[in-house]
């Protein structure tokens, strides 16, 4: 994990890491402690910049802001189940993800169908092969003469 993260890192401006804040060795701020599905940003080109940022054989580490406060984050590559680099597509981790993730992917609508289009249909022609308005178009409008 410590070697993608850090092409990632090296590539692009920001890598979000998806990962479970309850897992062991996670530390993140308080509010963020007991939530399941958290997202941080990391970066060696994010603004404010991370001065600290460490990507070590367990773990990804550095101090960042939340509301104007700084705090010093860890979290163990064993609590990261996605990441993801700007325009780069999504490494999963299934082994993992928490099962409430899963359980939210599986009740999640499926993506329906699209709507039936309606077919085309001619539109009447005055003798000079101009299209001609509906009357219940809005009035008033203009036509070229010749």
Do not use: W
């Amino acid at each position: 994990m410590n070697t993608v993260l850090l092409e990632l890192l090296a590539r692009c401006p920001s890598v979000q890491v998806m990962f479970d804040a309850r897992k062991p060795g996670v530390v993140v701020p308080a509010q963020l402690a007991a939530l399941f599905h958290v997202i941080l940003r990391f970066g060696y080109r994010v603004h404010p910049p991370i001065a600290d940022l460490e990507v070590t054989d367990t773990a990804i580490s550095g101090t960042l802001c939340f509301g104007g406060s700084y705090v010093h984050c860890t979290i163990p590559f064993s609590a990261i189940y996605a990441v993801q680099g700007d325009g780069e597509p999504q490494l999963v981790l299934p082994e993992n993800i928490p099962p409430e993730v899963l359980a939210s992917l599986a009740s999640a609508p499926t993506p329906s169908a699209p709507a039936a289009r309606s077919r085309l249909t001619s539109v009447p022609q005055d003798a000079t092969g101009g299209a001609v308005t509906p009357p219940s178009a809005a009035a008033p409008f203009l036509r070229v003469v010749k």
